[in-house]
């Protein structure tokens, strides 16, 4: 189990940072100080080591262990605990979810979460480079972790726009098979982002609603900045939403439209082809021999082969049916 911790003063100091347990077993005695304590890839044993430490519930122990929670916020005695989701892309460019479970109290912080995550390694860097973080306490650290978080989604949500965009293009010039296919892929990423989106929202709602005293005033103005950002990243999954529906109805009239064209074309073609076959037919079925031998009825069989069609393509260019 990957653990490492910063201990700092109320001057935002870092008294100690490491990786050591003997050094956490003591740490709730030593009132004057702030501890966060992030932990990676942890199992049962390892969360059971940590209830005992931090005297934490064991409902809140369970959800750790247990993967796939939904994003949510639950408040006990003396801490709260949060289960947040991160998005990013996979190597084949879907998307997948990983989860971060915060442990927050007035003058601790416990991250932990089963792989390794930039964003709590970005702000770990950001604590040791800006010690004026750390003296701004815990919940600020929670801010921070929950901030970085949020805004690895725009880049997503970026991508998807460029995607659509591309689609757009696309929709009518060129509307086959593949298009299809990305839509209904560009589909089921949205229904996952927002399958996430709207628990995480649920969460920085209940922030924003309700007053926690662990969450300092000044702090609560940060994190109003989180809630806003998560709006509209819901609002911009709902916008991206409907423009594939859009996109949609328009895939679908361009393609009914196209088979029209076609079923036109065929249309004229028979149209102009009938009344050859009367013409063909009626000689065929009228003479006990055809009058190959006459000129001027050959003559006039022949013109009235060619006359028939060309007056009716004429007609047709003339009504623009072509």
Known sequence: MPLRYLIWDEA??????GDDRSTLATFPSQNN????????????EEIEWLGKVFN?????????ITLNQRSKLEEYDGYMFFVLHL????????IETEELHIFLGSQFIVSAHNKPMEIVDSCIARCKGEPHT?????????????????????PLLDKIEDELDDLEDKVIS?????????????????????????????????????????????????IRDVHDHLIRIHDMIDTYRDMMGNMLDV????????????????????????????????????FE????????LLLLALFTCLLLPSGMIFWFYRHKWF
Not at 56 to 64: G, K, M, N, Q, R
Not at 180 to 201: M, T
Not at 289 to 296: A, K, Q, V, Y
């Open 33 to 44: 100080h702030f501890l966060w304590l992030d932990i990676e890839n942890h199992d049962k």
């Open 12 to 17: 935002g100091k870092i008294v100690k940072e």
């Open 174 to 222: 060129n509307p086959t098979r593949e298009f299809l296919s990305k839509i209904f892929l560009l589909r089921q990423d949205l229904i996952a982002l927002r399958k996430i989106v709207g628990p995480l929202r649920e969460v920085f709602s209940l922030i924003y609603r309700r007053d926690y005293g662990l969450i300092k005033e000044k702090t609560f103005l940060y």
């Open 56 to 64: 934490f519930h064991y409902l809140a122990l369970e959800d750790c």
């Open 87 to 94: 998005s990013s892309l996979d190597s084949e460019g879907r």
């Open 289 to 296: 021999r055809i009058p190959f031998d006459s000129n001027i």
């Open 251 to 286: 895939y679908l009239s361009t393609v009914s439209n196209n088979l029209n064209q076609v079923m036109k074309r065929l249309t004229l073609i028979a149209t102009i082809f009938m009344p050859l076959g009367f013409v063909v037919g009626f000689f065929g079925m009228n």
């Open 134 to 154: 750390l003296e701004k306490g815990c919940d600020f650290i929670f801010y921070m972790l929950s901030d970085t978080l949020v805004d690895r989604y725009f």
